[in-house]
């Protein structure tokens, strides 16, 4: 079982490390204040009080065994960067963190930090992006350049097949799951819709109005494929 330090509690690091946790991960979440640590106490592994940005505190709880400390410290930026400083002298395997302005993001990476969260710029660029395409619900960047993203099928494509549109020789895109609604009936007898997901679509299966289709690649194969 891997074992995680999350620093810094606020909603962030809060969501960060119950998720941890849900996903069988063995997490340490860790803040200076004690009402941040009462709150978490019984949804993690363990769950200390201690300053971040001193060097003993951290050994005292054998922080340089973690395999990975994410960083979660927002505002207070001299903080972050201390916290992210000592993990790395202390040889700590992996160490995320999070940045809140270009100049902290590029303290970080001289730091040798080996992910970098910048929850502002990518949520901005997501929300820009689905605002420019109407036909994106979601977007989620990968690494520079490529995104998978969540699209209404475009018309042309409708009763047509995976197989029939190509979409990896004539748009340099991937389909890796279908999204549609289903009809169930739920315990009051009422008529519902319920989520589905094809995570392995199957390739001669026409396609129907209401798919939602995610698919990967370029951003400028995303959009080419978007504007059929």
């Known amino acids: 079982m891997r074992q995680i330090a999350v ?29 941040r640590v009462e709150a978490i106490k019984e949804s993690v592994s363990y769950a200390v009080s201690l300053d971040s940005t001193s060097k003993e505190a951290l050994k005292s709880i054998g922080i340089q065994d973690f395999d990975i400390a994410v960083v979660c410290i927002g505002e207070e930026i001299e903080a972050n960067l201390l916290t ?16 809140i302005s270009p100049l902290q993001k590029e303290i970080l990476k001289a730091l040798e930090v080996q992910e970098i969260i910048n929850l502002e710029e990518e949520m901005g660029e997501i929300v820009a992006r689905s605002l420019v395409s109407t036909s994106i619900s979601k977007h989620i960047p990968l690494a520079p350049g490529h995104s998978i993203a969540e ?17 990896r020789e004539r748009f340099n895109v991937n389909i890796v799951a279908i999204k549609n609604k289903k009809p169930q009936i739920n315990e009051l007898g009422e008529r519902i819709f319920e989520d589905t997901i094809e995570s392995v679509p199957a390739p001669d299966k026409p396609l129907a109005e209401d798919d939602v289709l995610l698919i990967v690649g370029a951003d400028a194969a995303i959009k080419k494929f978007t504007e059929k």
């Open 151 to 167: 699209i209404a099928i475009p018309k042309e494509f409708v009763g047509k097949t995976i197989r029939q549109i190509n979409p």
């Open 84 to 99: 992210s400083l000592l993990l790395k002298k202390m040889g700590l395997r992996r160490v995320w963190a999070r940045a």
């Open 7 to 35: 620093i810094g509690l606020g909603n962030f690091g809060n969501t960060v490390a119950r998720s941890l946790t849900q996903r069988g991960a063995q997490v340490t979440a860790i803040d200076k204040r004690k009402d």
